[in-house]
């Protein structure tokens, strides 16, 4: 079982546009610094692609672009993994 850390429960993630077409913007605002990882799931859960490896988080609010023009129309998952770190937020891609 991952157990969440302090920091986790302090953090608020956002995905924008959602819906979404091409691009969509990760903002994840922390009161801290630490790294993590940004992966695309399907609603299985399964791990399509890892769309950032070692993002350095930063003290407040922190954008990440993400390119997602190659991707069907669908639901998705955008997940932010880090040590204590499991931040899902779903994501609709339109076309």
């Known amino acids: 079982m991952v157990s969440i850390s302090a920091l986790q429960e302090q953090m608020v993630m956002k995905v924008y546009p959602n ?3 091409a691009n969509v913007t990760l903002e994840l605002s922390s ?12 609603t299985a859960g399964q791990v399509l692609r890892v769309l950032h490896q070692n993002w350095s988080v930063t003290n407040g609010e922190n954008h990440l672009s993400l390119n997602l023009a190659n991707l069907e129309a669908g639901a998705y998952w955008i997940v932010v993994k880090g040590e204590g770190i499991l931040l899902p937020r779903p994501l609709q891609i339109v076309r």
Do not use: H, I, M
Request: glycine content about 6%; cysteine-free.
């Open 31 to 42: 009161p801290d610094r630490t790294k993590v990882d940004v992966v695309l799931q399907n």
């Open 19 to 21: 819906p979404g077409k």
